[in-house]
């Protein structure tokens, strides 16, 4: 079956780095996208990755592995407004996107 | 209008009605897509329509059904709400149904059925 697992919830310090890790398996593999999801609003995209390693965008990074079905989000210089939830899906052979729950990121001062 | 629509932002609904959740995009995107999202599950997949004239299942069809009559418009229709069908509705489209291909998301329409 396609399963994509994530943390349900994680906290962190304002300022510091955290990083959210998500495992998946799917029937092929497109790559693997990181969306942003505030409480009462719709995800926004953050990130894709198809090929191994590390992909920087300013305060946001996201890697993949594809040989062990593994991909993180790593967010640096966390600020308050960064309190979300993060999405991790994948993209199967179909070209659909299997979701995993989120993970819900606190920041505390 | 910028991006995608979705109305009614909010419904409560009594169960045996039909309801219709209208979506609409500006982006001339081929393919769009209707997902629900309960609390502690991820987002689950529909009906999708990879261009106008055409709709397919995704994982939960069941009670649902969809029409893509033209590139802009994607509607969903509940025929005899239940219960189970309270839940966030999000509308999403894609430029097309590829490798790479980012998913944007209207702002939702929260529904609940009594």
């Known amino acids: 079956g396609q399963n994509i697992d994530q943390p349900t919830e994680m906290t962190a310090t304002e300022g510091a780095i955290v990083q959210i890790n998500c495992t998946y398996q799917?029937?092929?593999?497109?790559?693997l996208f990181w969306y942003q999801q505030h409480a009462g609003e719709a995800p926004t995209f953050l990130s894709y990755n198809v090929l191994d390693g590390l992909e920087e965008k300013g305060r946001f990074s996201s890697f993949l592995s594809r040989s062990k079905g593994y991909s993180y989000l790593l967010l640096k210089e966390l600020q308050m407004k960064d309190s979300a939830s993060y999405l991790c899906a994948a993209m199967d052979s179909n070209y659909q996107l299997i979701w995993g729950a989120g993970t819900k990121l606190i920041i505390k001062p | 209008i910028a991006g995608i629509t979705q109305a009614p932002t909010s419904q409560i609904l009594a169960a045996g009605r039909r309801m219709t959740l209208r979506c609409t995009q500006d982006?001339?995107?081929?393919?769009m897509y209707w997902y629900r999202q309960d609390l502690g599950l991820g987002l689950r997949l529909i009906h999708y329509s990879n261009t106008a004239g055409t709709t397919g299942k995704g994982e939960v069809p069941d009670g649902y059904s969809v029409s893509r009559a033209n590139t802009d418009d994607f509607p969903l229709t509940l025929a005899s709400a239940v219960p189970s069908q309270t839940s966030v509705y999000f509308c999403?489209?894609?430029?097309?149904?590829?490798?790479?291909?980012?998913?944007?998301f209207g702002p939702g329409t929260r529904l609940t059925v009594l």
């Open positions: 999403a489209s894609s430029n097309l149904a590829g490798v790479g291909d980012t998913q944007y």
């Open positions: 982006m001339r995107h081929n393919a």
């Open positions: 799917t029937s092929g593999f497109n790559g």
